[in-house]
């Protein structure tokens, strides 16, 4: 079993940044294939953000964070971090990280078998 567990969310104006960390605990993280974020905004599917490959580093990105957002992992305190930077109204969502134990579609939700249980944010114009 595996605990994941988001904080850093919040509430910032557009053009600001915020930092959301994802702690880990439970199964040993190095067992991982790879972490992402997903967000979901009101009335919409949850869509993918980032991942990043637990193994080499290796990260993807949207196209509509691309540039803006940073994902990142720390072995030592089984943490990954998003920064998000230029920070939109439309990046306004709840945001999850989730766990992929195999090399599926990273695109797709059902490639994750964990979830955290999301932090808010929201970025006003």
């Known amino acids: 079993q595996v605990q994941l567990v988001e904080s850093g969310g919040g509430l910032v104006q557009a053009g600001g940044s915020l930092r959301l960390s994802c702690a880990a605990s439970?199964?040993?993280?190095?067992?991982?294939?790879?972490m992402a974020w997903f967000r979901q905004a009101p009335g919409k599917e949850r869509e993918f953000v980032a991942t990043?490959?637990?193994?080499?580093?290796?990260?993807y990105y949207a196209d509509s964070v691309k540039g803006r957002f940073t994902i990142s992992r720390d072995n030592a305190k089984n943490t990954v971090y998003l920064q998000m930077n230029s920070l939109k109204p439309e990046d306004t969502a709840v945001y999850y990280c989730?766990?992929?134990?195999?090399?599926?579609?990273?695109?797709?939700?059902?490639?994750?078998?964990?979830w955290g249980q999301g932090t808010q944010v929201t970025v006003s114009s």
């Open positions: 990043i490959r637990w193994s080499d580093s290796n990260t």
């Open positions: 989730a766990v992929r134990l195999g090399s599926g579609n990273i695109y797709y939700t059902n490639s994750y078998i964990y």
């Open positions: 439970g199964r040993t993280v190095s067992t991982y294939y790879a």
